[in-house]
């Protein structure tokens, strides 16, 4: 196993935000071009946007922030050459999760499927920071 498995689903965690930035983008433009919403209602970031832009605007915007602890995390693993299996396999389950998490939140945006969800997700970050502490604290392996 190289370093490089663990970056495939970071790769994969990437790919969904510029999915779903293009997904906001297009949702924006299609309320512009409907008339929907007036550029003077939303030049100043006003929240104006309609519901469905907004419910993929924060889809996209959830990608910017508990991942980002799986970015720092995956960036001390490779550091500190701490990376095996484990942080392989929980990593691609983090990434699932934040798929789910994204899907549900982009179509029913059902919260008793998608706070689940986040924090099963939210769990699995957990687990891997704490098994990266004690790897790296008291050199202990898995």
Do not use: C
Request: proline share 3%; net charge positive; no cysteine.
């Amino acid at each position: 196993m190289t370093d490089a498995t663990l970056l495939y689903p970071v790769f994969a965690l990437i790919a969904l935000a510029v999915v779903l930035h293009a997904m906001m983008g297009r949702a924006r433009v299609g309320s512009l071009k409907r008339g929907e919403v007036k550029i003077q209602d939303i030049a100043l970031g006003q929240p104006n946007w309609t519901a469905r832009a907004t419910q993929i605007a924060n889809a996209y915007h959830n990608q910017l922030q508990l991942p980002v602890l799986f970015y720092v995390l995956v960036a001390f693993i490779l550091i500190t050459r701490a990376n095996d299996i484990f942080f392989v396999a929980l990593a691609w389950v983090f990434v699932v999760f934040r798929y789910l998490h994204a899907y549900i939140h982009t179509t029913s945006n059902d919260l008793n499927k998608r706070f689940p969800a986040f924090a099963a997700g939210a769990a699995v970050l957990l687990l891997m920071w704490i098994l990266f502490a004690v790897k790296t604290i008291f050199g202990v392996g898995f």
